[in-house]
Nanobody, 121 residues
Framework: QVQLVESGGGLVQAGGSLRLSCAASRNIFSIATMSWYRQAPGKQRELVASITSVGTTNYADAVKGRFTISRDNAKNTVYLQMNNLKPEDAAVYYC???????????????WGQGTQVTVSS
């Protein structure tokens, strides 16, 4: 069974920092793009940042210059360093991996369970 396990969420004051991690299970033997999404109450899930297998990154305008996405391919892990957090960054953060396993055909999307980020003003 494919699993993505997120960690690192929590409560932080505005202006503070958090680092999220997401580890994909080893049975995903090939991962293309890894991404972070977030969903605030009453809002749609939105893309925060993504990174390809060769390190090409993409960021939502709202987080450019404050968030940094990175990955460790050897560990099947993606990170999101969040600096200068704002109250509007508060949401449940989800990671997504586009990957292949030995038992599936083609590429599939895999999602983590989400981790809560709360920013106090």
């Amino acid at each position: 069974q494919v699993q993505l396990v997120e960690s690192g969420g929590g409560l932080v004051q505005a202006g503070g920092s958090l680092r999220l991690s997401c580890a994909a299970s080893r049975n995903i033997f090939s991962i293309a793009t890894m991404s972070w999404y977030r969903q605030a109450p009453g809002k749609q899930r939105e893309l925060v940042a993504s990174i390809t297998s060769v390190g090409t990154t993409n960021y939502a305008d709202a987080v450019k210059g404050r968030f940094t996405i990175s990955r460790d391919n050897a560990k099947n892990t993606v990170y999101l360093q969040m600096n200068n957090l704002k109250p509007e960054d508060a949401a449940v953060y989800y990671c997504k991996a586009v990957g292949r396993t030995s038992t599936t055909v083609g590429w599939s999307d895999y999602w983590g369970q989400g981790t809560q980020v709360t920013v106090s003003s």
